[in-house]
């Protein structure tokens, strides 16, 4: 069975920083793209960032420079380092894999999602 879990979230203040983890079963990690998306209350889905098989990485353009993915191929664990963060990063964040290098499209295939609120 194939499975992505997501854990990391909490509150914190504006300004700090999170660090979003995704724990995938093997099959699944090894031989696709991974990503981030978010939800925020209201509001579509959107693809925070994805990193392909070999590293390529690529941000939304509300995150850049504030956020970094990471993958460990060998934990078959993917990462969101959030810093900085605003208000507006408040949303339930999911982990999701894929395909695509220039541009990422998604299989439908979800984790639970992990809260993230930023708030003082």
């Known amino acids: 069975q194939v499975q992505l879990v997501e854990s990391g979230g909490g509150l914190v203040q504006p300004g700090g920083s999170l660090r979003l983890s995704c724990a995938a079963s093997?099959?699944?990690?090894?031989?696709?793209?991974m990503a981030w998306y978010r939800r925020a209350p209201g509001k579509e889905r959107e693809l925070v960032a994805f990193i392909t098989r070999g590293g390529i990485t690529n941000y939304a353009s509300s995150v850049k420079g504030r956020a970094t993915i990471s993958r460990d191929n060998a934990k078959n664990t993917m990462y969101l380092q959030m810093n900085s963060l605003k208000p507006e990063d408040t949303a339930v964040y999911y982990c999701?894999?894929?395909?695509?290098?220039?541009?990422?499209?998604?299989?439908?295939?979800w984790g639970q999602g992990t809260q993230v609120t930023v708030s003082s």
């Open positions: 999701n894999a894929g395909y695509g290098t220039g541009s990422y499209s998604s299989f439908p295939l």
């Open positions: 093997g099959s699944i990690f090894s031989s696709n793209a």
